[in-house]
């Protein structure tokens, strides 16, 4: 079991940078896939980048080259990293946690409560 909150959401403009924070607690972060997903006004759910526990990185096509996802398991966080921000990256950001590499947002079972991130052009 995990928990996990995000923060670093915020307003900025096209070409701007943001880097969000997920904080894991209540189970040992270093188990556990992590991904963050976004969720822009009615769309479903969509992946952005995934680690796993072995560091490897995934990207959607749509942030590849400028989003990068790490993870620091002595601090329990996982990061997102958005260079170049574009005004389509405008989205509600989730972190999720879970114990495959999928994509899928059903696939994650723990998530935060996500966190803003408007993209003005």
């Known amino acids: 079991q995990v928990q996990v909150v995000e923060s670093g959401g915020g307003l900025v403009q096209a070409g701007d940078s943001l880097r969000l924070s997920c904080a894991a607690s209540g189970s040992t972060f270093s188990n556990f896939h992590m991904a963050w997903f976004r969720r822009a006004p009615g769309k479903g759910r969509e992946f952005v980048a995934s680690i796993s526990r072995n560091y490897a990185a995934y990207y959607s096509g749509s942030v590849q080259g400028r989003f990068s996802i790490s993870r620091d398991n002595a601090k329990n966080t996982v990061y997102l990293q958005m260079n170049s921000l574009k005004p389509e990256d405008t989205a509600f950001y989730y972190c999720?946690?879970?114990?495959?590499?999928?994509?899928?947002?059903?696939?994650?079972?723990?998530w935060g409560q996500g966190t803003q991130v408007t993209v003005s052009a």
């Open positions: 999720a946690a879970g114990t495959t590499g999928a994509v899928r947002p059903d696939d994650y079972s723990t």
